[in-house]
């Protein structure tokens, strides 16, 4: 009610302004910000409208007074001002043009801002022959999506993710039962308003928070296919985000059939709680964005394996926060079972190990880069090898971490810390993009035969 009563109170005094006054305020704001964004004029439109029903009834607004509300609700934001870190590396969806022996690539970091807000942004750039990697430029404008609730939900699916929430009872079948197989946001939400206003059965309100909050986790997003990748920011707009979007770990996943999809895991945190999320895309430009549930899906550091195994989908996870866990499931979406298959053993990861990304498939077996944290909290990147059929089997592993913080990169945000959410192999060479100390990120390679004859077999 509070947040209501400002919004009119805002509304009405450029409402009160005088059609001149609201003139010169609204060619201040362009003299002073309109070289700062593309579309200036479209934020303030779509704010406005995000307002409007704010607007008293009958109130007539010009189109100069429409534009000054939308700009008394934007505001500017700066993404990256604390942090970029955390990258992973995926190789581009568009190849054409690419010199023989070469490869376009995407990197996704985490950028932190304001608050401590963390989103997820994007570069591009090109691994040449040789090894060298050149970044394009990146652009001084940014865009966030547009987003959507309205795409179709299939009912026995958010069924059975409220039943691994155990929110499915009395309230929930009422509201489900005279819903079609597949229905919209916006059928819910009516559905919602019926059980809401039966005079003759009670309803549960923790039941319907519970339906609102899975359907507000799961969404469709859509950025300007015409605006280049550095520009696309994933920023939190659910409430489940609100604190910020962490650790997204990417990966070209490979179907059967030859379809490629993107997905990657991140976590969504709201200050208080996380909640392990999965995004997924073909293109950079749609994503859906989805919740993971069941029992193993807890804690942080999702990877998932670049295709099914034996018919499955697998994923390593840290589920209890010390130890490296694999998981295997029919669906993607539904994970209940996971086994240890790495714990603290060197004393440089005494304290936890954890992943530093998805597998990456070799002919002598599953590379998977990890993290160890030893004494004094110093984070490493270590190595080992999983078997090609059986991933939970650890056959191999390197006794000392190929990469620790130097000098340089100590100091920081969180000192004394690498970290990495994603690498992959081009011409036989390891591509680890990593963080130093939560605060900028840098790339190491490193021979793939060389890193395989340095490991230990166990």
């Not at 300007?224 to 520009?231: G, H, V, Y």
């Not at 030859?258 to 895991?265: D, L, N, P, Q, S």
């Not at 999702?302 to 989908?313: D, H, S, T």
């Not at 993009?433 to 035969?449: H, K, L, W």
Request: charge should be neutral; glycine fraction near 6%.
């Amino acid at each position: 009610m509070q947040v209501k009563k400002r919004i009119e109170g805002i509304i009405s005094r450029v409402v009160n302004l005088s059609d001149e006054r609201a003139k010169v305020l609204l060619k201040t704001v362009y003299f002073n910000f309109s070289d700062r964004h593309k579309d200036i004029a479209g934020v303030f439109k779509a704010n406005f409208e995000k307002v409007s029903q704010y607007v008293p009834d009958g109130q007539k607004l010009s189109s100069t007074k429409k534009q000054l509300i939308g700009a008394y609700f934007s505001m500017e934001y700066s993404i990256e001002s604390a942090a970029l870190f955390n990258p992973s590396i995926v190789p581009h969806p568009n190849q054409e043009g690419v010199a023989a022996g070469s490869l376009r690539f995407i990197m996704s970091l985490r950028a932190t801002g304001e608050g401590h807000i963390s989103s997820i942004v994007f570069r591009s750039g090109i691994i040449k022959e040789d090894g060298s990697i050149l970044f394009n430029p990146v652009s001084e404008f940014v865009e966030t999506p547009k987003i959507r609730h309205d795409q179709s939900y299939v009912r026995h699916m958010f069924q059975r993710k409220l039943e691994h929430m155990k929110a499915w009872n009395e309230t929930s079948i009422r509201i489900f039962k005279k819903l079609p197989e597949s229905f919209t946001f916006s059928q819910l939400k009516s559905r919602i308003t019926a059980v809401q206003m039966d005079i003759v059965n009670a309803y549960s309100k923790e039941s319907i928070n519970n339906i609102l909050w899975l359907a507000d986790s799961n969404y469709f997003i859509k950025f300007d296919s015409k605006n280049d990748i550095s520009e696309r920011v994933i920023f939190p707009v659910s409430e489940n985000e609100s604190k910020g979007i962490e650790d997204a770990r990417f990966v070209q996943f490979f179907y059967e059939s030859g379809e490629i999809v993107y997905y990657a895991t991140y976590t969504a945190y709201n200050g208080v709680c996380i909640l392990p999320q999965l995004l997924l895309t073909k293109d950079f430009v749609f994503f859906d964005i989805i919740t993971l549930n069941g029992e193993a899906v807890q804690n942080k550091g999702m990877a998932l394996f670049p295709r099914k195994i034996n018919g499955k989908y697998v994923m390593l996870s840290r589920m209890d926060g010390e130890n490296n866990y694999i998981m295997y499931s029919d669906h993607l979406h539904f994970w209940d079972k996971a086994e240890i298959i790495q714990e603290p053993n060197m004393p440089w990861e005494f304290v936890q190990v954890g992943n530093c990304g998805s597998p990456i498939e070799t002919s002598e077996g599953w590379i998977v880069i990890t993290h160890g944290v030893g004494p004094m909290r110093q984070y490493v990147i270590g190595a080992i090898l999983l078997d090609l059929e059986n991933p939970s089997k650890v056959i191999a592993r390197l006794e000392e971490p190929f990469l620790t913080p130097n000098e340089e990169e100590r100091e920081g945000y969180v000192p004394n810390v690498v970290y990495s959410c994603g690498s992959l192999i081009h011409n036989n060479k390891l591509i680890v993009p990593y963080a130093m100390s939560d605060i900028t990120s840098r790339i190491a390679t490193v021979d793939v035969s060389d890193l395989l004859s340095r490991m230990i077999r166990v």
